[in-house]
């Protein structure tokens, strides 16, 4: 998958951070996350958008879990799945975590990108080259998994 096609994919996603359901908007939505502290949301699953097992993944998101803790950082679940919820990985909402360290543990774990916000702003953190894509954090549309009425 091309670079391109990766942050589309990325782009259309919904992220689940410590409780908060948002997508990635292009418009100024006047909303601020987590009172304007940092926060990243990084998992260990599917290196490299390569699906493993759900073994391997759960291997590799407490391996994650061991990293951050001893890191002592301030955690929250966090998520990122498909419009559909086809495609779910779990991870961790880490608070107060700098954007250098977010990306070297994404690297670490093979990640191509983490999700990176602070203020009114949410970014798509690459992590081979650092580069970052801002947006809003928008409602989305549909929550995957859920049901009307649930």
Same mark, same amino acid.
């Given at each position: 998958?091309?670079?391109?096609?990766?942050?589309?994919?990325?782009?259309?996603?919904?992220?689940?951070?410590?409780?908060?359901v948002f997508?990635?908007?292009?418009?100024?939505?006047?909303?601020?996350?987590?009172?304007?502290r940092?926060?990243? *949301?990084?998992?260990?699953?599917?290196?490299?958008?390569?699906?493993?097992? !759900? =073994? @391997?993944?759960?291997?590799?998101?407490? @391996?994650?879990?061991?990293?951050?803790?001893?890191? $002592?950082y @301030?955690?929250?679940? $966090?998520?990122?799945?498909?419009? !559909?919820?086809?495609?779910?990985?779990?991870?961790?909402?880490v608070?107060?975590?700098?954007?250098?360290e977010a990306?070297?543990?994404?690297?670490?774990? =093979?990640q191509?990108?983490?999700?990176? =916000?602070?203020?009114?702003?949410v970014?798509?953190?690459?992590?081979?080259?650092? @580069?970052?894509?801002?947006?809003?954090?928008?409602?989305?549309?549909? *929550?995957?998994g859920?049901?009307?009425?649930?």
């Amino acid at each position: 998958m091309g670079a391109r096609t990766l942050s589309q994919v990325y782009r259309a996603a919904v992220y689940e951070a410590g409780g908060v359901v948002f997508t990635l908007g292009e418009r100024p939505t006047g909303v601020t996350l987590f009172g304007g502290r940092a926060f990243a *949301i990084i998992t260990a699953h599917n290196p490299g958008s390569q699906r493993l097992s !759900d =073994g @391997e993944n759960a291997r590799r998101h407490r @391996e994650l879990e061991q990293v951050l803790r001893e890191g $002592g950082y @301030e955690l929250a679940p $966090g998520v990122g799945c498909s419009p !559909d919820g086809e495609w779910r990985e779990e991870g961790f909402t880490v608070f107060g975590v700098g954007l250098e360290e977010a990306l070297a543990v994404g690297r670490r774990f =093979g990640q191509n990108a983490i999700v990176y =916000g602070q203020g009114e702003r949410v970014a798509l953190a690459w992590c081979e080259s650092g @580069e970052l894509e801002w947006f809003y954090p928008a409602q989305p549309n549909a *929550i995957p998994g859920s049901s009307p009425g649930r």
